[in-house]
């Protein structure tokens, strides 16, 4: 059983590595033709969500007043209360005006977004990129980039909502080199890190 565990991780750096910042801004530009979408992109991106958490946020989950967010809808990651970058205020600002608290933040026809309508987007990007994309790949992206970007291990398994460092190890699969500037790698792709 052990060695069946050890070839499924292998199988999984394999099939899904990180996707490099040029990858991640060529998604970006591509999710652009959709203006939810290229909010939605950004907001996996940035913070790591899964699906659930992304269609779960309600307006009451954003803290102006000290620019964070409150992701705790996952069954399976930790709650966590990450800053919102700079590139992501102005629209998270704007989509939230005229909800009440407990309104969702993204909502679809039927109230509330679905996991499907972005898997849909998944698959667009995907047409127009030819790049494969997930959820998990973009987790795994983030935590690569974040590393690159000078964030410590600790931070970075905060970010994510990992309980363990060895959640960070599996999600990494290989360890890329640290600079030593932190920065929010959206911050560096759209070119406003100082």
């Known amino acids: 059983m052990k060695k069946e565990k050890s070839t499924r991780k292998k199988i999984l750096s394999e099939e899904n590595p990180p996707l490099s910042k040029e990858e991640i801004r060529l998604l970006l530009n591509a999710s652009k033709t959709h203006e939810n979408h290229y909010l939605w992109f950004r907001m996996l991106y940035s913070f790591g969500l899964q699906l659930s958490e992304l269609v779960s946020l309600r307006v009451e989950d954003l803290d102006w007043s000290h620019h964070k967010i409150l992701i705790h809808h996952s069954q399976t990651l930790n709650p966590r209360n990450p800053s919102i970058p700079l590139s992501l205020r102005r629209d998270l600002w704007y ?5 009440q608290g407990e309104d969702f933040l993204f909502s679809g026809r039927m109230g509330k977004l679905r996991p499907r309508t972005v898997q849909k987007m998944f698959s667009k990007l995907e047409e127009l990129t030819g790049l494969p994309i997930s ?12 590393i690159e970007a000078g964030w410590d291990l600790e931070s970075i398994q905060e970010q994510l909502g990992l309980s363990s460092q060895k959640s960070l190890r599996d999600l990494l699969g ?4 640290r600079p030593l500037l932190k920065i929010f790698p959206l911050e ?3 070119g406003s890190a100082a």
């Open 95 to 99: 989509i939230s005006q005229g909800k």
């Open 135 to 146: 959820v998990f790949r973009l987790r795994r992206s983030l935590a690569s980039h974040l």
């Open 188 to 190: 560096e792709i759209n």
């Open 174 to 177: 290989k360890k890329p080199k």
